[in-house]
């Protein structure tokens, strides 16, 4: 049935998504086809006097101060998502290229050839503890869309005014970390943190949320965690990529075309330091591969709303808010989340 293979985009997850609901998931989902890999993991981590994988996702219960911990959270995640993307059906599906959300960078490099599924773990792993190697603070998200998911109008504009305004203030540091399309997550110290608090303007839904056990990702505080990156992890781990990668600026690594030592120093530099456009990476993927669905491997699926939101961001075939994302989805899905069963059984076969 080669000829009726559907193209799929495929979005790694990154930090947030192995929570509570997700105990147990890769020993149910997996632990009898894929108990070599799991092994593996279980081993590199034990060499590092770590709890193995299979330790933390066969816990009685889930803890949030022992889960939630960069050096705990990191190895679950790539865990569920390798191992989804191994359960990927490949007679059903041609994976046109990859991409993934902040950490789940670490993911779509072993997802597309560019480092092996064991150095995928080991960079994870490593970066999970690195990620803790910062000085105070965190980081904020903010909604920048309405209920139907449509953008507020002047509201990004000066939230980012506000932020860059209050970066600028002696002892303040504050700045963009992720652009998730309808939600905007900044990332400071906690005098820059506690300044947007006060200052922000009414936002959509929620309240501003302080995120639980997260650094100041992707702006210049975490350098420690670059360094300590660039000294652990070696580019001889890098490889050409097999599948295209899309990455937190909306660049392409292509087959054939990608320097090992320019992926190795992206991912251990900008990667780390400067903002990561999530938005931008699935609205690039989709305009230059066109694909039939986007896949979204475990674990959760609480990326989903973001996936939409970047869609809808370029009224991506047709889909203009929230309504039509879901009459989109309950016709003929676009989004196939592995994290919701009914849609894993139509990823998976």
């Given at each position: 049935?080669g000829?009726?293979r559907?193209?799929?985009?495929?979005?790694?997850?990154?930090?947030g998504?192995?929570?509570?609901?997700?105990l147990?998931?890769i020993?149910?989902?997996?632990?009898?086809?894929?108990a070599?890999?799991?092994?593996?993991?279980?081993?590199?981590?034990?060499?590092?006097?770590?709890?193995?994988?299979?330790?933390?996702?066969?816990?009685?219960?889930?803890?949030?101060?022992?889960?939630?911990?960069g050096?705990v959270a990191?190895?679950?995640i790539?865990?569920?998502?390798?191992?989804?993307w191994?359960?990927?059906?490949r007679e059903?599906?041609?994976v046109?290229?990859?991409?993934?959300?902040?950490?789940g960078?670490?993911?779509?490099l072993?997802?597309?050839?560019?480092?092996s599924?064991?150095?995928?773990?080991?960079?994870?792993?490593?970066?999970?503890?690195?990620?803790?190697?910062?000085?105070?603070?965190?980081?904020?998200?903010?909604?920048?869309?309405?209920?139907?998911?449509?953008?507020?109008?002047?509201?990004?504009?000066?939230?980012?005014?506000?932020?860059?305004?209050?970066?600028?203030?002696?002892g303040?540091?504050l700045?963009l970390?992720?652009?998730?399309?309808?939600m905007?997550?900044?990332?400071?110290?906690?005098?820059?943190?506690?300044?947007?608090?006060?200052e922000?303007?009414?936002?959509?839904g929620?309240?501003?949320?302080?995120?639980?056990?997260?650094?100041?990702?992707?702006?210049?505080?975490?350098?420690?965690?670059?360094?300590?990156?660039?000294?652990?992890?070696?580019?001889s781990?890098?490889?050409?990529?097999?599948?295209?990668?899309?990455?937190?600026?909306?660049?392409?690594?292509?087959?054939f075309?990608?320097?090992?030592?320019?992926?190795?120093?992206?991912?251990?530099?900008?990667q780390?330091?400067?903002?990561?456009?999530?938005?931008?990476s699935?609205?690039?993927?989709v305009?230059?591969?066109?694909?039939d669905?986007?896949?979204?491997p475990?674990?959760?699926?609480?990326?989903?709303g973001?996936?939409?939101?970047?869609?809808?961001?370029?009224?991506?075939?047709g889909?203009?808010?929230?309504?039509?994302?879901?009459?989109r989805?309950?016709?003929?899905?676009?989004?196939?989340s592995?994290?919701?069963?009914?849609?894993?059984?139509l990823?998976?076969?």
């Amino acid at each position: 049935m080669g000829g009726n293979r559907r193209t799929a985009l495929v979005v790694a997850p990154g930090r947030g998504t192995y929570g509570k609901g997700e105990l147990g998931s890769i020993a149910r989902l997996h632990g009898a086809r894929f108990a070599d890999v799991i092994a593996n993991f279980d081993a590199q981590r034990r060499e590092r006097g770590q709890p193995a994988v299979s330790t933390l996702d066969g816990a009685e219960r889930f803890s949030v101060a022992t889960h939630m911990r960069g050096d705990v959270a990191a190895p679950l995640i790539y865990t569920a998502t390798a191992l989804d993307w191994l359960s990927i059906d490949r007679e059903k599906y041609d994976v046109v290229a990859v991409a993934g959300n902040s950490m789940g960078w670490y993911s779509a490099l072993a997802l597309g050839g560019a480092v092996s599924i064991a150095d995928g773990f080991r960079i994870s792993n490593a970066m999970g503890l690195n990620s803790q190697t910062h000085g105070p603070g965190g980081q904020i998200l903010l909604q920048v869309v309405d209920d139907d998911w449509r953008p507020v109008p002047g509201l990004r504009d000066r939230l980012l005014a506000l932020v860059a305004a209050i970066g600028t203030r002696p002892g303040h540091a504050l700045a963009l970390s992720i652009d998730l399309a309808g939600m905007l997550v900044f990332a400071g110290n906690e005098e820059g943190l506690a300044a947007l608090l006060a200052e922000a303007p009414p936002t959509p839904g929620r309240d501003p949320l302080r995120l639980a056990g997260h650094g100041p990702f992707h702006t210049p505080l975490m350098v420690g965690s670059s360094d300590k990156a660039r000294a652990e992890l070696p580019v001889s781990l890098f490889g050409g990529p097999a599948i295209p990668m899309v990455d937190g600026r909306g660049h392409i690594w292509r087959r054939f075309s990608s320097d090992p030592s320019e992926v190795w120093d992206y991912t251990f530099g900008h990667q780390i330091l400067a903002p990561y456009d999530f938005a931008l990476s699935v609205q690039v993927a989709v305009k230059e591969y066109a694909p039939d669905v986007l896949i979204l491997p475990g674990p959760g699926d609480t990326l989903g709303g973001a996936i939409a939101q970047a869609l809808i961001g370029i009224g991506w075939q047709g889909i203009g808010g929230k309504a039509d994302f879901m009459a989109r989805q309950a016709a003929d899905p676009i989004l196939l989340s592995m994290g919701r069963a009914e849609q894993r059984a139509l990823v998976t076969g």
